[in-house]
């Protein structure tokens, strides 16, 4: 191996290791904000819904007329922004307890399916914790945190036992 190749693989094994060790330091930062927010009782979170503007009024009054009757999570707003301009949508956010009470979070997950809100194969919707909407870890940040928490198309086993709650 030429000392041109030799140094070529030293540094590629070092962006390799350098990686590996980003994606560790992340992990850990993720678990120690879960921690946190449970240990301070900021355990609230949401799922979010983006519906065109059209719709939205419509898709308020199912989510609303639910919250209402006790089959959604403790509540839910919409957005007072005018709207995300760039893809003609609006935020509806339904809010639990509790992000590590994942039988909860999957239940509120059901009732929006039930509600024809949410199909299966179609665009999913995301679950946030309030901590990281407080943080401001939204989609893109520096730190390559992943936002949500869960994921519409995640498996009930995925959702159960891969976020170590």
Known sequence: MTKFALE????????????????????????????MAITKEM??????????????????????????????????????????????????CIYTYDFSNVEDVIRVLHTLRDLGLVRRNETPIYYKCDAYTYLEIFSGNRWDIRPSLYSSQDGEDELKYSRGF
């Open 8 to 35: 070529q693989n030293i540094a590629q094994l070092s962006a390799a290791i350098v990686t590996r060790q980003m994606c560790f330091e992340r992990d850990i930062a993720v678990a120690a904000i879960h921690h």
């Open 43 to 92: 355990t609230n979170g949401k799922w979010m819904l983006f519906p065109p503007l059209d719709r939205v009024n419509h898709i308020w009054s199912v989510v609303a007329h639910a919250v209402a009757t006790g089959h959604l999570g403790l509540g839910a707003k919409v957005s007072p922004k005018l709207g995300h301009l760039e893809t003609g949508r609006k935020l509806i």
